[in-house]
């Protein structure tokens, strides 16, 4: 079993930044990729970045340039740096992993952004 746990969402103004984070406990040993996914309100739910255990990255191309994901194994934590943050970009975001244990999503944090 893995458990994740979101934090850092909130009300931030267009143009604004926030950093979350996703500390992965249990097995986190057995992840081997790790990703943030968003639904927003009436829309299916999507990739937003994904981040192997080498360090290879992808982005959704609405995020490209304003997002960066990152993580730090020693601190089985993943993070998402959002830049430049739009309207569009509302949403609740969710952590995952995979690995040979299984995938594993977090509980969800919002993010809202609004003026």
């Known amino acids: 079993q893995v458990q994740l746990v979101e934090s850092g969402g909130g009300l931030v103004q267009p143009g604004g930044s926030l950093r979350l984070s996703c500390a992965a406990s249990g097995s986190s040993f057995s992840i081997n990729a790790m990703a943030w996914y968003r639904q927003a309100p009436g829309k299916q739910r999507e990739l937003v970045a994904r981040i192997t255990s080498g360090g290879g990255t992808n982005y959704a191309d609405s995020v490209k340039g304003r997002f960066t994901i990152s993580r730090d194994n020693a601190k089985n934590t993943l993070y998402l740096q959002m830049n430049s943050l739009k309207p569009e970009d509302t949403a609740v975001y969710y952590c995952?992993?995979?690995?040979?244990?299984?995938?594993?999503w977090g509980q969800g944090t919002q993010v809202t952004v609004s003026s």
């Open positions: 995952y992993s995979e690995g040979w244990k299984g995938t594993y």
